[in-house]
C-alpha cells in the first residue's frame, strides 16, 4: 500500500477530485494548507506592506493499493497541471499497515 500526498492550488482541486473519481479513487482527506513561496520580500500596496510569498494551498492524503498507485498519480498530474510556476507537488510513501476500526480488517480489504 502506498500513501500519496499532494499539495496542488486551491483552483485545481475540483479537476483533481473529479479525475480521481474517474480512476476509482473515491475516499481520500483533504485540508486547506498555507505554503511558503520563494519571493524574498513582500509588496506595498497604498502604504500597506503585505506577503506575496504565503500560497493558498490544498493538501490531499490518499492510501491506495500498489496496483492503484500510478493511475492515482496520473490522475492528479493530469488534472492539477497549469505548467505554471506552483502547480504544486506529490509524495509517494510506503504504508506499513491499514486498519479498519468499525470492522477491524487489515490491509488491502481496510480500504477498499
Same mark, same amino acid.
Given at each position: 500500500?502506498? +500513501?500519496?500526498? #499532494? ?19 473515491? $475516499? $481520500?482527506?483533504?485540508?486547506?494548507? /498555507? =505554503? ?10 497604498? =502604504?500597506?506592506?503585505?506577503? /506575496? *510569498?504565503?500560497? +493558498?494551498?490544498?493538501?490531499?492524503? !490518499?492510501?491506495?493499493?500498489?496496483? $492503484? ?5 496520473? #490522475? ?5 497541471? /497549469?505548467?505554471?510556476? =506552483?502547480?504544486?507537488? !506529490? $509524495? ?5 499497515? *491499514? ?6 480488517? *487489515?490491509?488491502? #480489504? #481496510?480500504?477498499?
Amino acid at each position: 500500500m502506498k +500513501q500519496v500526498e #499532494a499539495i496542488i492550488r486551491k483552483s485545481k482541486f475540483d479537476d483533481v477530485r473529479d479525475a480521481l473519481h474517474d480512476v476509482d479513487v473515491n $475516499f $481520500f482527506s483533504y485540508w486547506d494548507v /498555507t =505554503g511558503v513561496g520563494n519571493e524574498k520580500k513582500g509588496h506595498v500596496y497604498r =502604504g500597506i506592506s503585505y506577503s /506575496t *510569498t504565503d500560497i +493558498q494551498r490544498r493538501y490531499l492524503s !490518499i492510501v491506495v493499493s500498489d496496483e $492503484f498507485l500510478e493511475r492515482t498519480v496520473n #490522475a492528479i498530474l493530469d488534472a492539477a497541471h /497549469t505548467g505554471n510556476v =506552483g502547480d504544486g507537488k !506529490i $509524495f509517494v510513501s510506503e504504508v506499513v499497515e *491499514t486498519y479498519r476500526i468499525r470492522t477491524k480488517e *487489515t490491509g488491502k #480489504a #481496510a480500504i477498499n
